[in-house]
């Protein structure tokens, strides 16, 4: 039995604190990462060249999104023992008391099973696949495999993260083409720097629930050079889509504007000593993470106003 199982268990039998509510089972699903899912997800749909009837499109996002929060429940049945000693997720349904291990496992299964079954009904198989794939990947690839075992933890995390464009994408169309592995590239890249630079400033929570992140493994000195490393590649994809057939002039604008505010940011925290960082409290590396929010939101809206000109005639470079 591993020892996230041995805590897990051991957590079960914790008295609990309060009546676990409707909001604490909710709060399983990891409502701000599904909110990052449906979103993406409703991109790559819109961006799709097909049309699709709004009651099969509001189903397909609507299934993606049960999907993305059954992973989000048995990522934190499964991670039970380090959230509770986490300071940013203490206070999650599991480790507060709130709610059982096992029926955050069992919540989440249920969940995986009804989000791929109904996915695969409301548009087709290959979507509800690819969906029942990316749970997987998540779940054990990534949680249960990977997490616990290297640096790289974050980045193969990220590629769980980036599918729902892709699976919004086959929902609509059933097949495979390069624009939605360009939307799944975007979150790829985006992912590591923008948790690396949450780490430079939560790392105690890294070291003390003995999560190998980056700043615990290798230092803030690596890391800084991975964010700025990360960002560089990222901007030349970012900036590069705009030449694909999810791109257009509106797209371009916002990726230079945002790439070129990301790049002089990635900059100053690879300039910054550590010294620096603990005098001002971090602030340079806040200020990036808190951009690295907007920068993904601003990428994706613009590829769906993109979308939504073309329906029209407009929007593209021809």
């Known amino acids: ?3 996230a199982s041995i805590n897990a268990s051991g957590l079960s039998t914790q008295a609990h604190t309060d009546e676990a509510s409707f909001g604490d089972y909710f709060a399983l699903l990891k409502p701000r ?7 993406t997800a409703l991109v790559g ?3 799709a060249p097909v049309q699709v009837h709004p009651f099969v499109g509001f189903c397909a996002i609507l299934f993606i999104a049960i999907g993305g929060g059954a992973s989000g429940a048995l990522n934190m049945w499964w991670d039970a023992d380090i959230d509770k000693v986490m300071k940013r997720t203490k206070k999650r349904p599991i480790p507060s008391g709130k709610v059982e291990p096992g029926e955050a496992m069992a919540l989440g299964l249920a969940l995986s099973g009804l989000s791929v079954i109904m996915l695969g009904l409301a548009t087709n198989w290959f979507a509800g696949a690819f969906l029942a794939f990316t749970i997987f990947f998540y779940v054990v690839v990534y949680t249960m495999w990977l997490k616990r075992l290297t640096p790289q933890n974050i980045v193969i995390g990220g590629a769980a993260g980036a599918f729902p464009p892709v699976i919004g994408w086959v929902a609509a169309t059933g097949s495979m083409t390069l ?15 923008h948790f690396w630079a949450l780490a ?31 960002t560089a590649l990222l901007s030349l994809l970012a900036v590069g889509t705009a030449f694909s057939g999810i791109g257009g002039p509106i797209y371009l604008a916002v990726a230079l504007v945002l790439n070129a505010l990301f790049l002089r940011g990635a900059w100053a925290i690879y300039r910054r000593t550590e010294a620096d960082a603990e005098v001002d409290n971090f602030k340079v590396e806040r200020s990036f993470f808190k951009l690295s929010l907007l920068y993904l939101f601003l990428h994706f809206g613009a590829i769906m106003a993109q979308a939504l000109l073309k329906t029209y005639g407009l929007g593209g470079w021809s």
């Open 33 to 39: 990462v599904m909110s990052l899912v449906v979103f």
């Open 200 to 230: 430079l400033f939560m790392r105690t929570d890294y070291d003390d629930a003995g999560v190998p992140m980056l700043t615990v493994t290798h230092g803030r000195r690596a890391t800084r050079t991975h964010i700025l490393v990360y």
């Open 45 to 47: 749909l819109l961006a």
């Open 179 to 193: 624009e939605p592995w360009l939307m799944f590239a975007l979150t790829f890249m985006w992912t590591p720097p």
């Open 1 to 3: 039995m591993t020892d």
